[in-house]
């Protein structure tokens, strides 16, 4: 059977994940970021709480970690170069580490930029990555701690990836982040349909999170920024894909 996700809205616009192994009863929660609302989506569905994987160490995606382990006994991976500020960590992981869900292949992704020692974990048999708060739904993490081109390698790593994957990212941005994206692409006819339907979803009170890699290929300004059309648009024509992308999200931060 496949691998079910889940998707946990918490907080005021956060997602969690569930990824629960019918067959071996296992699952798996991606980022701890409250209690209450992922305990009762276990008690839902008759789950325990196997693993907790963290992508990075803010308190959005970490504080509901201890009340988890009240009731769980959990293991619980992060990356090794942010553990002396992520809660303990069982396992310690880093680019490139072997890792594996109910014998399902998990890739531990650096994504560093939004923080330094931001990882996503991204499961090729299930088509699915849980990029926090680097790759999001039409936009990307603003860049806190790491470089415009940390956060420029970063996304190109997951742009790398299949484009059937699916994007679990760590917020519900996705209006504000197509609003933006309308200003870099106002002609962008993929993302004019975008729009039309993150309103209709919103209005609906649906979740926009998880997407598509191909959807975010054609209409996601950050990961565009190598775009002919993208580069003229902003008057940088022939300007390197890095500095593109640095230019695009200093335009978001104030936007």
Known sequence: MPLEIVTVPCRTDNYAFLLHDPDAGQTALIDACEAAPIEAALDARGWGLDEVWLT???GDHVEGLDALRVH?????????????????????????????????????????????????FYLPGAAAAFTGDSLMACGCGRVFEGTMAQMWASLSKLAALPPNTMIF?????????AKFAATIEPDNPDLISRIRTIEEMRGKGAATVPTSLALEQTTNPFLRASEPGVKAGIGMAGAPDVEVFAEIRRRKDAF
């Open 72 to 120: 769980h006994e959990c293991t619980v991976t992060g990356a090794g170069a942010d553990a002396y500020r992520l809660p303990p960590l069982d396992h310690e992981v880093a680019e490139g580490s072997p890792m594996q869900f109910a014998g399902h292949e998990v890739q531990v992704i650096d994504v560093s930029g939004h923080t330094v020692g931001h990882i996503a």
């Open 169 to 177: 990212s760590g917020h519900e941005y996705t209006a504000a982040n």
């Open 56 to 58: 990075h160490h803010h």
